[in-house]
Nanobody, 115 residues
Framework: QVQLVESGGGLVQPGGSLRLSCEAS????????MGWYRQAPGKQREFVAD???????YYADSVKGRFTISRDNAKNTVYLQMNSLKPEDTAVYYC?????????WGQGTQVTVSS
């Protein structure tokens, strides 16, 4: 069992930056693939970025070049650095942990990009 707690969301102006964090409880964090997803009002949840247990990363086209996912296994934490934010990035951002057939989600953190 893994519990995930996201933090770092908030209100930011277009062009600004935020860093989201997701801290995991439980053991064997380093063996999990970790991902970030987001859900805007009235829309389905969508993939943003993920990082494998060995550090390989993959990004949605909409955030490539602006967002960076990273992990610190010593701190049981995955990060999402978001730069050049746009109003269309406004959403609740969720952290996901996956290993074999098991998947765990955090409760989400709100990101609002507005002037």
């Amino acid at each position: 069992q893994v519990q995930l707690v996201e933090s770092g969301g908030g209100l930011v102006q277009p062009g600004g930056s935020l860093r989201l964090s997701c801290e995991a409880s439980g053991s064997d964090f380093s063996t999990y693939a970790m991902g970030w997803y987001r859900q805007a009002p009235g829309k389905q949840r969508e993939f943003v970025a993920d990082i494998s247990s060995v550090g390989s990363t993959y990004y949605a086209d909409s955030v490539k070049g602006r967002f960076t996912i990273s992990r610190d296994n010593a701190k049981n934490t995955v990060y999402l650095q978001m730069n050049s934010l746009k109003p269309e990035d406004t959403a609740v951002y969720y952290c996901k942990a996956v290993r074999k057939s098991y998947a765990f989600w955090g409760q989400g953190t709100q990101v609002t990009v507005s002037s």
